[in-house]
T-cell receptor
Framework: GAVVSQHPSWVICKSGTSVKIECRSLDFQATTMFWYRQFPKQSLMLMAT?????????EQGVEKDKFLINHASLTLSTLTVTSAHPEDSSFYIC????????????FGPGTRLTVL | KQEVTQIPAALSVPEGENLVLNCSFTDSAIYNLQWFRQDPGKGLTSLLLIQSSQREQTSGRLNASLDKSSGRSTLYIAASQPGDSATYLC?????????FGTGTRLQVFP
């Protein structure tokens, strides 16, 4: 149980284009989903927290107009990287939880984004 | 602001050794602490979750301890194997956020 999937697993795009990454909770309803990014040989940094049906809360320094997050249903959240640039190349990982903040987060397998 | 540090940053050991990975955090007001494993280019695998009221958790060859008052956790790996080679991350639950440590890259050679 508690499986989270991400799609695509990897994507290569040209600079200036937009890329959408999906995060799905397959066997539970996720009231909250989280998006992280990870640069090579670095740890995970929280980008934003999204609750179903409401606007995402972004961490300091994360551009909300560049990283659009939508959590339209209890099983799906999407992250859209708009007008991507090479510096946006990173490993993006989502997680989901079904209960208030004392419950554990379940992580997706990650999406490798490369912007040329 | 919560900061999570892991020592050592990298570790290379021969097979069979018992290992201790350290994690320290600056704010002791945490809910839970979790240890993860990450293989190169892959997502996270949860290893152990220690709730704030617990002092340790065990799973197979892994044992994790938590001392909230001193802001420390350790992950003990018994009889290490080459398959244990990976990056190990600790993370603390602060209110509704998960704050990750800097990671320890472990290599176990035959």
């Amino acid at each position: 149980g508690a499986v989270v999937s991400q799609h695509p697993s990897w994507v290569i795009c040209k600079s200036g284009t937009s890329v959408k990454i999906e995060c799905r909770s397959l066997d539970f309803q996720a009231t909250t989903m989280f998006w992280y990014r990870q640069f090579p040989k670095q740890s995970l940094m929280l980008m934003a927290t999204s609750n179903e049906g409401s606007k995402a809360t972004y961490e300091q320094g994360v551009e909300k107009d560049k990283f659009l997050i939508n959590h339209a249903s209890l099983t799906l959240s999407t992250l859209t990287v708009t007008s991507a640039h090479p510096e946006d190349s990173s490993f993006y990982i989502c997680s989901a939880r079904s209960a208030p903040f004392t419950d554990t987060q379940y992580f997706g397998p990650g999406t490798r984004l490369t912007v040329l | 602001k919560q900061e999570v540090t892991q020592i050592p940053a990298a570790l290379s050991v021969p097979e069979g050794e018992n290992l201790v990975l350290n994690c320290s955090f600056t704010d002791s007001a945490i809910y839970n602490l979790q240890w993860f494993r990450q293989d190169p280019g892959k997502g996270l695998t949860s290893l152990l979750l220690i709730q704030s009221s617990q002092r340790e958790q065990t799973s197979g060859r892994l044992n994790a301890s938590l001392d909230k008052s001193s802001g420390r956790s350790t992950l003990y790996i018994a009889a290490s194997q080459p398959g244990d080679s990976a990056t190990y991350l600790c993370a603390v639950y602060n209110t509704d956020k998960l704050i990750f440590g800097t990671g320890t890259r472990l290599q176990v050679f035959p």
